[in-house]
């Protein structure tokens, strides 16, 4: 069956740019998280969707990140004036709950290059 | 944040060979898992551990979780090249409601040579 998607799966920028990272969870999955993995570290959680809303956004690191996602489906990261410090693979996770135990799975990840 | 720490950081070995990675922290964990992750390709969850001591097995892996749920191991028997990839533990802070968070070690980067 299909899994995570994300799209796109390389993303080239220049400094000051705006930029959209675009998640497509798994179908029937109500939680969705988004995580960013700097190069030789482990994926850091950046926000956590339940449903349509951000039940949790501790994970971001300044007010230039934000995430939607208004139908409960899929989600759009977007990183406003982006910095050379923003790039990293930014990896999309789903589960079909959050409760306990349960899996997260993630997408391949989208790779931001800030130059 | 409950930090946990992964060693050896890189493992170069030769096919055949038995290694074992770990994953420490001074902090308690409700459960902990385990995950492969192979270039390009998001984490893919290998193990969940629960209770303290309990041992799990899948094929030539056997991963075990602290007595007092605040480490972790992995142990591969006779590694093949295809166990190449970075090995990540991460585990869930808390329980209940904040329970859906994974926090990550930094991976052990495993390579097995034919």
């Known amino acids: 069956g299909a899994g995570v998607s994300q799209t796109p799966s390389n993303k080239v920028t220049e400094k000051g740019k705006y930029v959209e990272l675009r998640c497509d969870p798994i179908?029937?999955?109500?939680?969705l998280y988004w995580y960013r993995q700097s190069l030789g570290q482990g994926p850091e959680f950046l926000i956590y969707?339940?449903?349509?809303?951000?039940?949790?956004d501790s994970g971001l690191p300044n007010d230039r990140f934000f995430a939607v996602r208004p139908e409960g489906s899929v989600s759009t990261l977007k990183i406003q004036r982006t910095e050379r410090g923003d790039s990293a693979v930014y990896l999309c996770?789903?589960?079909?709950?959050?409760?306990?135990?349960?899996?997260?799975?993630f997408g391949p990840g989208t790779r931001l290059l800030v130059l | 944040t409950q930090l946990l720490e992964q060693s050896p950081q890189f493992l170069s070995i030769q096919e055949g060979e038995n290694l074992t990675v770990y994953c420490n922290s001074s902090?308690?964990?409700?459960?902990l898992q385990w995950y492969r992750q192979e270039p390009g390709e998001g984490p893919v969850l290998l193990v969940t551990?629960?209770?303290?001591?309990e041992v799990k097995k899948l094929k030539r892996l056997t991963f075990q979780f602290g007595d007092a749920r605040k480490d972790s191991s992995l142990h591969i028997t006779a590694a093949q090249p295809g166990d190449t990839g970075l090995y990540l533990c991460?585990?869930?802070?808390?329980?209940?409601?904040?329970?859906?968070?994974?926090?990550f070690g930094k991976g052990t980067l495993l390579t097995v040579n034919p």
């Open positions: 991460a585990g869930r802070e808390g329980s209940g409601g904040s329970n859906y968070k994974l926090t």
């Open positions: 551990v629960v209770t303290g001591g």
């Open positions: 996770a789903s589960s079909l709950t959050q409760g306990f135990g349960e899996t997260q799975y």
């Open positions: 902090s308690v964990f409700s459960s």
């Open positions: 179908s029937g999955h109500t939680a």
């Open positions: 969707f339940q449903g349509t809303g951000a039940a949790d």
